[in-house]
């Protein structure tokens, strides 16, 4: 799976911003991002319909580049859109 990474700052996020992560997350299948000092994973789920969307409280990753498990703060599935699984945990 192709990963792309976007690095925010603690602004708000704007509609080009948005947009430009729901272009990755359809081209990709997956995107990551940092906002207001949390990390985003979101990706496409392969068993269910919809999106996974996990919440990171800090960036550290495993030797797979994976986001570390201990520092999961929320998470879930999202059954809606692109759009929607952007917003999800915002």
């Known amino acids: 799976m192709n990963v792309s990474v ?3 700052n603690v602004a ?3 509609e080009r911003r948005i947009n430009s992560f729901i272009k990755i ?3 990709d299948k997956a995107v990551h991002f940092s906002y207001n000092e949390y990390y985003f994973e979101i990706f496409e789920s392969v068993t269910d319909y919809g999106y996974v ?5 800090n960036d550290e990753k495993d030797e797979n580049n994976d986001y570390l498990v201990r520092h999961l703060i929320d998470g879930g599935t999202c059954t809606g859109s692109a ?3 952007i917003l999800f945990m915002l």
């Open 6 to 8: 976007v690095n925010m």
């Open 53 to 57: 969307v996990n919440v990171y409280s």
């Open 83 to 85: 759009l929607d699984a």
């Open 12 to 14: 708000d996020m704007n």
């Open 25 to 27: 997350l359809e081209d």
